[in-house]
């Protein structure tokens, strides 16, 4: 589930059904959209904030843990741990695009603020991926 909650009161103004064990969710910068892996479902819910609504839901690689946006909102970015590999996800088309290797378990993905990068810490070799992404956001 993914709760919404009024800051102002802390009050649950809805609660949304999405895939098993959400790990991550990040917010589109100029879009009424928030994504959020689902770590055992292997799926990101693509949520509607105008509706809180699931108007997407995408199957991935084995278990995604977190997720990444374009600077420009594009694409978003999965560390997929059992796939050792990010996967790109087009956030217009809700497709994925492309698989991309990485080390041993990958567990966060970062942006760098000029959008050129993305981070990927890889857990089981204890290392830390970059990847040049200036192409493709």
Excluded: M, W
Aim: include cysteine; hydrophobic fraction near 40%; proline fraction near 7%.
């Amino acid at each position: 589930l993914v709760t919404v909650i009024d800051t102002s009161n802390n009050a649950i103004l809805a609660t949304i059904p999405v895939g098993q064990s959400p790990h991550s969710i990040v917010a589109h910068p100029s879009k009424p959209l928030v994504f959020n892996v689902n770590y055992d479902s292997s799926s990101v819910s693509v949520i509607d904030t105008t509706t809180n609504a699931v108007v997407a839901t995408v199957p991935t690689g084995s278990h995604p843990q977190d997720i990444s946006l374009s600077a420009d909102g594009k694409h978003a970015y999965l560390a997929c741990v059992d796939e050792n590999a990010i996967e790109v996800l087009d956030t217009s088309t809700y497709k994925i695009t492309a698989k991309v290797p990485v080390g041993q378990s990958p567990t966060s993905v970062a942006v760098s603020p000029d959008g050129r990068h993305a981070f990927v810490t890889n857990l089981a070799d204890g290392t830390v991926t970059t990847l040049n992404i200036a192409g493709t956001a």
